[in-house]
């Protein structure tokens, strides 16, 4: 297992933090989606009410579970800080209200949106971890059935 020191410890949260505050900041105040597991949780809190880190919380939780089971627990460990930080605080930068009125302009909220969510999750992956979600079917999938990730990945963001 990949040794997980204070400085990528700090940097993986540093980009979850931007990755949650983009989500808050831009994407939900202005009615719009994204993809992966966070896209899932907008949809799934539209029509069915449940908060959109409890979803995330959830999906991840199974998410890391089916990862350990199929992949390994070794493999699912590297994924441990950002498969339940990202959701908790997700859900405490939602209680900031100050945070949810930055612009009602669309164009800007997807541009800055963008660039905080890809900032965000370019950290973590710089530090040897992922924000993983909807990514841990995609290994399943290439394991099980030799799919191409970055193709299932398409897919599912779809």
């Not at 909220?109 to 660039?115: D, E, P, Q, R, V």
Request: charged share 10%; aromatic share 10%; proline share 4%.
């Amino acid at each position: 297992m990949k040794q997980v020191n204070l400085k990528n410890l700090c940097m993986i949260l540093l980009g979850n933090t931007v990755y949650a505050l983009a989500i808050v900041m831009f994407i939900l105040p202005n009615d719009m989606i994204t993809g992966g597991t966070t896209g899932l949780g907008i949809a799934i809190h539209h029509y069915f009410g449940l908060p959109i880190h409890t979803f995330v919380l959830i999906f991840n939780t199974l998410m890391f579970l089916l990862g350990a089971a199929v992949l390994g627990m070794k493999f699912a460990l590297t994924t441990l800080v950002s498969t339940f930080y990202y959701p908790v605080i997700l859900g405490v930068l939602e209680q900031i209200p100050a945070l949810q009125n930055v612009t009602d302009d669309k164009m800007l909220s997807t541009i800055c949106g963008g660039l905080m969510i890809g900032m965000g999750i370019g950290i973590v992956i710089r530090c040897g971890d992922s924000t993983w979600g909807m990514v841990m079917p995609a290994w399943v999938l290439n394991k099980k059935f030799g799919r191409p990730v970055s193709v299932m990945l398409y897919v599912f963001d779809f």
